[in-house]
């Protein structure tokens, strides 16, 4: 079996941009990316399979076990012309050879589709004040989005994100088309929905796009209070253990 992309019926995607929706520490690119698909309704047009992809099956909600995948939905706005492809996985992929077939199959698709530029979606601890980051392989290339408020990311020898997203950077970059990983800040290693809502602030608004992201907030509320159980968990665990002293003097037969 080799890796096989199977799209279910007849799309255009010239000119669509495509979105990598991958796991990352903060797991921020993650929510943002299920966030977007649930808000603009976008529709499931195809699956990828490959055997490189780790070798164990993932169960959903119904309980129902599958082969890992990744999942292709679609957004067409029929004012603007906007297309926007996601390409959603929910495991990594750190093997070299494996990562590298999978990405360029990826890749081939994409570029015989039409498909002209990538954004990828990412989360980690880069420079520890909470900002919305782009790395590009030109400047050019980031302007929309740092002009919707993004910062440049810092030269780092690693970055938060898997082979499989290195490699479909590389050949999108090595091509001269439009690619950008952008990654919000977030100390966690948890979920982290305000890193999430950071990022889509800064990707809708460089997408001349609005939504709603209030019903981020509760999932904000319920993270800030685990953060601050954690807190005072470590705090109590870390603090020297007091002397405890008899209720009343100690009395001797003698």
Known sequence: METSIKVDKTVNLKGACAIEVAPS???????????????????????????????????????????????????????????????????????????????????????????????????????????????????????????????????????????????LLLFFARDGKKTCLLLSDSPSYIPDPSAAKRLLEVLLRSLKMELDLSKLDEDIRRYQQLLEGLERSILGQTEPAREERPAREPFYIG
């Open 25 to 167: 520490p903060g797991a921020a690119g993650l929510i943002a990316g299920v966030f977007l698909i649930d808000a603009l309704k976008a529709e499931k047009v195809g699956e990828i399979l490959s055997p490189h992809f780790p070798q164990v099956s993932l169960v959903n909600e119904d309980g129902i076990a599958f082969p890992s995948h990744i999942d292709l939905y679609l957004y067409v706005d029929e004012k603007t012309g906007l297309k926007l492809l996601f390409i959603v996985r929910n495991f990594p992929m750190e093997s070299g050879d494996g990562s590298y077939l999978v990405a360029k199959e990826i890749y081939m698709f994409l570029k015989a589709s039409g498909v002209e530029s990538l954004y990828c979606l990412g989360s980690g601890r880069v420079t520890g004040n909470g900002a919305v980051l782009v790395s590009a392989a030109k400047l050019e290339h980031a302007k929309e989005i740092l002009e919707a408020g993004a910062k440049m990311a810092p030269s780092q020898d690693v970055l938060p994100v898997d082979r499989l997203t290195s490699f």
